[in-house]
């Protein structure tokens, strides 16, 4: 029996062998969530562009700010003033920039203005509430630099230095085929004994959707060698990718190893992963391929592990591990496993920090496992777990968008 290949490994494996996307398109910046940046941004400008009041109150010199002055001008946002006679403050309001002279600017609920003259309580420091110019970006700073998924923060900064428009890479298409003969789709008729309906196709979809993947549905396709083959040819030629479920196995009625390695180029591995396990990769012609497992829980787990950092690589993100975080486990592992295993566990803040609870049943067709649980524990290949033992989690949420 071969050696089952830890996922790192997979990981590392199909990542040398992508080829990213190479076609830019230039987008609205309100278009441009969740794309990838194709270029590095620079920003052409300082920001703030000038020196500004952190407050509404006065701005003065502080070496003055002992004396009453009179208040010689006002200078609300979206003005400039003039500069600060000596012996004088000016009104000022947030964001509106600080006169020539000033060297600070004092809240006005610690001043006390009449008749024309202002008064100040407490003492006053140069440079106080005075926001810099160029203090959140530099003229010729990179902002963003290529590779970077755009958040929604990221379109509020371009915008900051007046950026109208992003260049990203295009979305990629990506094939999902379900196959199976036992499979209906939910909305047709009753199924006939022996069927289940197709939920792989909605996690992959949903899975694509939230990583601003282009879905290309493909349906599902029986357990024949010649459905599979024209399946898998039509996917390839719809798409940049293509992603199967099931057929994976050893069993004869597991027909899309075969295909793809008439079709194309063929590894199949079996991972030390749990749950999971089988697990295809190669191309189809030229278009690269994944053969996820069968098992909805499976497809899940190896989709994020696997398949995401793959897709992600290609669509020319530059950073994709999600981050991970410690927690108490509020359960045990008893038996050392030979695979490591992504238990479904829900976490919640207690007094002592983050606490891991495992969802009941783990098995690879539980897909409840996924929608009942918040994040993943991670336990390596060999690795027991008491109750208060630290255990490494990844938030679902993390897993899929990172
Ligand atoms: P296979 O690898 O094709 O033997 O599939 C393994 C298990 O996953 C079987 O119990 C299948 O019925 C189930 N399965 C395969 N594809 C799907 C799917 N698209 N939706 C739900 N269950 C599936
Ligand atoms: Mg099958």
């Known amino acids: 029996m071969s050696p089952l290949l830890p996922v790192a490994e997979a990981v590392a494996r199909v990542l040398a062998l992508v080829r990213p996307v190479s076609d830019v398109i230039e987008l609205p910046l ?24 952190a407050m509404d109150g006065y701005a003065l010199r502080a070496h003055e700010a002992h004396q009453a002055l ?31 002279g000033a060297d600070a600017v004092v809240m006005q609920e610690d001043c006390t203005e009449s008749a024309g003259n202002v008064t100040v309580s407490g003492v006053v420091t140069v440079g106080q509430n005075i926001r810099p110019r160029g203090q959140d970006i530099a003229a010729g700073e990179t902002v963003l630099a290529a590779g970077r998924v755009l958040r929604p923060q990221d379109l509020g900064l371009l915008a900051s230095i007046g950026c109208s428009t992003a260049r990203v890479y295009r979305p990629l298409r990506v094939a999902v085929l379900s196959t199976g003969d036992e499979l209906v789709e939910p909305g047709s ?7 289940i309906y197709n939920s792989n196709r909605y996690t992959l ?3 694509l959707r939230v990583l601003n993947l282009g879905f290309v549905d493909c349906g ?26 099931g057929g994976v196995s050893v069993g004869e009625e597991d027909h899309v190893r075969a295909q793809v390695e008439r079709l194309g180029r063929l590894d199949l591995w079996k991972l030390a992963i749990k749950p999971g396990k089988p697990l295809a990769f190669g191309s189809i012609g030229e278009t690269p391929f994944i053969g996820l497992p069968g098992n909805p ?66 098995s690879s067709g539980v897909l409840s496992s996924v929608s009942h649980s918040n994040a ?4 390596p290949v060999g690795a027991t777990v008491e109750p208060g033992d630290t255990v490494e989690v990844m938030l679902l949420d993390l897993a899929i968008r990172g």
């Not at 194709?38 to 562009?49: G, T």
């Not at 001008?73 to 009104?91: E, F, N």
């Not at 008729?189 to 069927?195: L, R, T």
């Open 205 to 207: 979809a949903g899975l």
């Open 189 to 195: 008729d009753e199924p006939a004994d022996g069927a």
């Open 297 to 362: 829980t499976s497809v899940f787990v190896t989709f994020c592990l696997v398949a995401r950092p793959f897709l992600l690589k290609m669509q020319g993100v530059a950073e994709s591990e999600p981050l991970r975080l410690q927690a108490r486990a509020a359960f045990s592992v008893a038996r050392p496993g030979t695979r490591q295993d992504y238990l479904r566990v829900t976490l919640e803040n207690t007094p002592q920090g983050l606490q891991a609870r495992r969802y009941a049943n783990q």
């Open 70 to 100: 009179p208040v010689s001008q006002r200078i609300p946002a979206g003005t400039v003033g003039t500069a600060l006679g000596v012996g004088t403050a000016a009104r000022i309001f947030t964001g509106a920039p600080i006169p020539p």
């Open 30 to 53: 309100l278009e441009a969530l969740g794309l990838v940046l194709a270029s590095d941004v620079i920003s052409p400008l300082d920001v703030p562009p000038l020196d500004n009041s």
């Open 220 to 245: 599902i396709v029986a357990d024949t060698p010649q459905a599979t083959a024209e399946a898998l040819l039509d996917a390839a030629a719809r798409a940049d990718c293509v992603i199967t479920t």
């Open 376 to 379: 993943l524990a991670i336990i």
